[in-house]
């Protein structure tokens, strides 16, 4: 039946299904140490960034590739979002009890400021899809992804709304529904948010370049 052959639809669908699986273990296994996270998040976007565009090669030989390639930045932006995590993470939960602990004007300041660390919550959680994919795309400062990565987040609103519904429908999934999805896990949720990262990945970069060239054309 045509359907099964190579060239299908369904048998491309049904390939790269396969390829998150593998690219899923390969992650899993090169995160164990948690350090080593960013490193193996990025050569994850790395891979399936090429496959969203067609020019998927040699899987295994791209992803260690990228891994010893980024490493030592990748995990310095892995580390700062570790800790900034940890930080906010710990301060919702302290002002949520003080919060509800305290009453009048000291109440209505602790909300305040929790207001705030949940609007910079949401900020954190916003660059978390961005920022390892640009490391796998472009060369920067780390201050300069982490900045990148807000804009953009908040400049392509809608691609940032997808790719963090299907990290949570996944988690859901595997949750709530059908644990053995979990061998699809990072992998899969990598390789469709790459679909909709890709195309403003391209247009990012195209437009550094013709203000590169702008600049340079006019001697600044």
Partial sequence: MAIFTPE???SRIMSRLAWGCYLNLLWTICSLPIITIGASTTALYYVTLKIAENREGDI?????????????????LWLILLVLGVVLGTDIYVLRHLTAA???????????????????????????????????????????????ALLMSIRYLSCTICTFTIHVAMALIIINIFTPAIVLGEGVCALLSSYLLAPVLRLVTREEGDMAEFAARNGR
Avoid: D, H
Avoid at 133 to 142: I, P, Q, Y
């Fill in 8 to 10: 299908s639809k369904f």
């Fill in 60 to 76: 295994t030989q791209q992803f260690f590739r990228s891994f010893r390639a980024n490493f030592k930045q990748a995990t310095q």
């Fill in 102 to 148: 305290t009453s009048g004007a000291l109440a209505v300041a602790l909300t305040l400021v929790l207001a705030v660390v949940i609007i910079a919550t949401i900020a954190y959680v916003m660059v978390m899809p961005y920022v390892f994919a640009l490391l796998a795309r472009v060369e920067n400062t780390n201050r300069a992804m982490l900045k990148n």
